[in-house]
C-alpha cells in the first residue's frame, strides 16, 4: 500500500490549489486551467513567472558556485547586491546584513538594535501587525498565534494601536507618547509602512511622521518592516517613503530574493556592528543573490516602479465602480473591504472558479498583489473577473 504523506498548512486555507507551472502573470492547475495571480506568493514573485532574466542570472551563478557561508567565504556579488539596495534606501545607508527569510531579517534588526543599546530593552509594536512567525516576530505580531500560547516572548513588547486614518492619528500618537513616558528602556519600534496582512491598510501620512518624530524626540531607534511592501510594490523602493518619511533600519525579504530564500537589513553607520549577531548558512545565498540583482536591474530597466503605480491607480479606479467598501492602496499593494468574512470567502471561491487568485486580508478584505510586471490588458480582465465573482 502506498505510504500516505502528510503537509501540515499553516492555515484552514479552502482555496488552495495544486499548480502545475507558472508563466508571466499565470499559474496553470494540473488540468492546465489558466489563473491571473493576483497573489505573487504574497508579494514574492515580482517578475512574475518563468521570468527570462532571472533563470538566466540563476542558471549562470548555478555553473559557478551556489553558496558561499557568509562568515569564512564570501563573493564580491554579496557586496554589490548591499551596495544597490544602500543607493535605493539613501545616501546615509551604507550597510547590510544577510538574513535567509523576511522573518530572519525583522529578528536580525531587532537583534542589531538591542545590541546597540547595550542592554535588554522592550520593542514597540503596532495593533494590528505582522512580522513573522519565527519565536521573536510572532511576538512582535499583533495576531493571535498558536506558538504565543505556547513559549515565553524573547522580549517586552508595548503593544499600541496603529492609525489606519486622521481621525484616529492624534489620539493614537497621544496613546503613544503617554507609553514613552512610563517607558524609559526602549530598544527600538518597528512599523509596517502599510499594513499587509491587515488588508494593505494605508496608514494616515501625519501618524508616520508623528512616529517618526517620536522616535526622535525619545531617541528610539525606527524599523521600517518593508518586507511585504518594499522593492518598488509601493511605486516608491520603499513604501515609507511615500510618507517622506526616513527609518533608521530597513528589514527586507520576500520579492528581494525573486522567489529565492534571502531576508536583507539596511542601516546605516550608525547601527553598524562589529559583528552579525544572527549567522545563518543559508543566508546570502549565492543563487538568491544572483536572482536579486538581475531583479533589481530588470525592476529599473523595464520602470516596473513606474508600472506598478500607474496599474495600482487603474485597479483602483475600476474598484471605486464595483460595490465594495475602503478601496485604498499604495502601488500595487491594493485593498478593499466586503461587507463580512462570508463574502469576502465566497468572492474569493467565485474568482478562483472565473480564473483569478485572490487572497484576504483581515476579516473582509481583499488584498490585491499582482506581479510588478503586469499588462493594462491582463490587469483589465482581472477587474472584469473580480467584478463579476463579487
Ligand atoms: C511585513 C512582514 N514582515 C515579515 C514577514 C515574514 O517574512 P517570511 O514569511 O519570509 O519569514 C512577512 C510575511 O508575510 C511580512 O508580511
Known amino acids: 500500500m502506498k505510504k500516505q504523506i502528510h503537509l501540515p498548512q499553516p492555515f484552514e486555507y479552502p482555496h488552495r490549489i495544486e499548480i502545475s507551472k507558472g508563466d508571466g502573470c499565470f499559474l496553470y492547475d494540473q488540468k492546465g486551467k489558466s489563473y491571473i495571480d493576483f497573489v505573487s506568493n504574497v508579494g514574492?514573485?515580482?517578475?512574475?513567472?518563468?521570468?527570462?532574466?532571472?533563470?538566466?542570472?540563476?542558471?549562470?551563478?548555478?555553473?559557478i558556485l551556489t553558496n558561499a557561508t557568509f562568515s569564512h567565504i564570501g563573493t564580491k556579488d554579496q557586496e554589490e547586491l548591499i551596495a544597490m539596495l544602500c543607493k535605493f534606501c539613501g545616501k546615509e545607508f551604507d550597510t547590510g546584513y544577510y538574513a535567509a527569510t523576511g522573518s530572519d531579517a525583522v529578528e536580525t534588526a531587532v537583534r542589531i538594535a538591542v545590541a546597540k543599546k547595550g542592554k535588554k530593552g522592550k520593542i514597540i509594536a503596532l495593533k494590528p501587525g505582522y512580522h513573522g512567525a519565527t519565536l521573536g516576530t510572532a511576538f512582535l505580531t499583533s495576531e493571535d498565534m498558536p506558538?504565543?500560547?505556547?513559549?515565553?516572548a524573547p522580549y517586552k513588547v508595548l503593544r499600541a494601536n496603529y492609525?489606519?486614518?486622521?481621525?484616529?492619528?492624534?489620539?493614537?500618537?497621544?496613546?503613544?507618547?503617554?507609553?514613552?513616558?512610563?517607558?524609559?528602556?526602549?530598544?527600538?519600534?518597528?512599523?509596517?509602512?502599510?499594513?499587509?496582512?491587515?488588508?494593505?491598510?494605508?496608514?494616515?501620512?501625519?501618524?508616520?511622521?508623528?512616529?517618526?518624530?517620536?522616535?526622535?524626540?525619545?531617541?528610539?531607534p525606527l524599523i521600517a518592516?518593508?518586507?511585504?511592501?518594499?522593492?518598488?510594490?509601493?511605486?516608491?523602493?520603499?513604501?515609507?517613503e511615500n510618507f517622506n518619511v526616513k527609518p533608521d533600519i530597513?528589514?527586507?525579504?520576500?520579492?528581494?530574493?525573486?522567489?529565492?530564500?534571502?531576508?536583507?537589513?539596511?542601516t546605516s553607520k550608525r547601527f553598524r556592528l562589529k559583528h552579525h549577531h544572527y549567522p545563518t548558512s543559508a543566508g546570502a545565498n549565492l543563487l538568491a543573490i544572483a536572482a536579486a540583482k538581475a531583479s533589481l536591474k530588470y525592476i529599473q530597466a523595464k520602470k516596473l516602479d513606474k508600472?506598478?503605480?500607474?496599474?495600482?491607480?487603474?485597479?483602483?479606479?475600476?474598484?471605486?465602480?464595483?460595490?465594495?467598501?475602503n478601496v485604498r492602496g499604495l502601488g500595487l499593494l491594493v485593498g478593499f473591504d466586503l461587507k463580512s468574512s462570508k463574502q469576502a470567502n465566497s468572492t474569493i471561491s467565485s474568482a478562483r472558479k472565473n480564473g483569478l487568485l485572490l487572497m484576504k486580508g483581515g476579516k473582509k478584505s481583499i488584498r490585491l498583489c499582482p506581479p510588478l510586471i503586469i499588462s493594462k490588458n491582463i490587469a483589465k480582465k482581472a477587474m472584469d473577473i473580480l467584478e463579476k465573482s463579487i
Not at 514573485?45 to 532574466?53: H, K, P, Q, R, V
Not at 518586507?227 to 518598488?232: I, L, T, Y
Not at 496599474?311 to 474598484?319: H, S, T, V
Open 163 to 220: 492609525a489606519t486614518n486622521e481621525k484616529e492619528t492624534s489620539k493614537c500618537l497621544k496613546a503613544l507618547e503617554v507609553m514613552l513616558k512610563s517607558n524609559k528602556d526602549i530598544a527600538a519600534w518597528i512599523i509596517e509602512p502599510i499594513l499587509g496582512s491587515a488588508g494593505y491598510v494605508v496608514p494616515a501620512k501625519n501618524f508616520i511622521v508623528g512616529i517618526r518624530k517620536l522616535c526622535n524626540k525619545y531617541n528610539i
Open 44 to 63: 514574492v514573485n515580482n517578475l512574475g513567472y518563468n521570468s527570462i532574466a532571472i533563470k538566466k542570472a540563476i542558471t549562470k551563478q548555478a555553473g
Open 147 to 152: 506558538i504565543k500560547t505556547l513559549f515565553n
Open 250 to 266: 530597513i528589514c527586507l525579504g520576500k520579492s528581494v530574493g525573486a522567489g529565492l530564500p534571502l531576508g536583507i537589513v539596511i
Open 225 to 240: 518592516d518593508e518586507v511585504q511592501s518594499g522593492n518598488f510594490r509601493s511605486g516608491r523602493f520603499l513604501a515609507i
Open 307 to 325: 508600472n506598478a503605480a500607474e496599474i495600482g491607480d487603474y485597479i483602483k479606479e475600476r474598484l471605486a465602480k464595483m460595490s465594495v467598501d
